[in-house]
């Protein structure tokens, strides 16, 4: 992947061809993905997935909503396996060790019950998963699991305190954390400046768009230059290490 000869313009490429030549991952490295709500992030992230993550590199993707229908079309079309708790309990039904997992814990819809509940399961799972290495943790919803799931007292980290840590130390551990928010402006600073991979589509927030001075070795107005004329379900891609930037197509 060469880098444009003239930094004011980027190639697009269409999806399909992002996904079969230009991606490149290694076991440990982060991703961001990181645009409003409609984007297409979820879609985005679930087709990198699909190619990324390998019995032996398993992906465990964290689910805090009640009901999703693409999460459970995703499940199936990939081979991840829904569990409700973690570690995940061993199934007769399927012996063979999966690509991956889609951690989604039950609900019971008192506020309280479910925030414990949930807040136990997903710090349990980030901190196996930390410890164990070889693997892949995407965050469907970094800012919801940041500030909905508070620790139940203060012997326990906080979600954000656990994420930094694999954002800061987990690519030694082997351990790659991808998180995706609807919400740019109100997550940790992390998820610009020490990924390895970032991918940004469309806002008109002017908040989201101060921060892209936060991505690191990047010209923050030149991105902010792309994204502004990008259409939708297109996305920038970003890769940190030798600043490779392309518009991926729908």
Do not use: C
Not at 176 to 182: E, I, M
Not at 188 to 210: C, G, N
């Amino acid at each position: 992947m060469a880098r444009q000869a003239d930094p004011t313009r980027v190639a697009t490429v269409p999806r399909e061809t992002f996904l079969g030549s230009w991606w490149k991952y290694e076991t440990g490295q982060h991703v961001s993905f990181l645009g409003p709500t409609g984007s297409g992030k979820t879609t985005l992230a679930y087709q990198l997935l699909k190619v990324t993550a390998t019995p032996q590199r398993p992906a465990v993707v964290l689910v805090m909503k009640p009901r999703d229908s693409t999460v459970e079309k995703f499940s199936k079309s990939s081979g991840f396996r829904i569990v409700k708790s973690w570690p995940p309990p061993v199934s007769v039904f399927a012996p063979r060790k999966p690509p991956g997992f889609v951690l989604w814990p039950s609900h019971t819809f008192d506020l309280h019950t479910d925030r414990e509940h949930h807040y136990r399961t997903f710090a349990r799972a980030l901190n196996q998963l930390y410890a164990k290495g070889d693997n892949i943790v995407f965050a469907d919803e970094v800012y919801s699991l940041v500030n909905e799931l508070p620790p139940p007292d203060r012997t326990h980290p906080a979600i954000d305190d656990l994420l930094v840590r694999t954002w800061s130390k987990g690519r030694s551990m082997s351990s790659g954390l991808w998180g995706a928010t609807q919400r740019p402006a109100w997550v940790p600073q992390w998820m610009y400046s020490e990924v390895q991979h970032i991918f940004l589509a469309r806002t008109s927030d002017e908040r989201a768009q101060k921060r892209f001075d936060e991505i690191s070795g990047i010209d923050g107005s030149l991105v902010r230059r792309v994204v502004g004329r990008l259409p939708r379900f297109h996305w920038l891609y970003i890769r940190q290490e030798d600043q490779t930037m392309v518009v991926i197509g729908p």
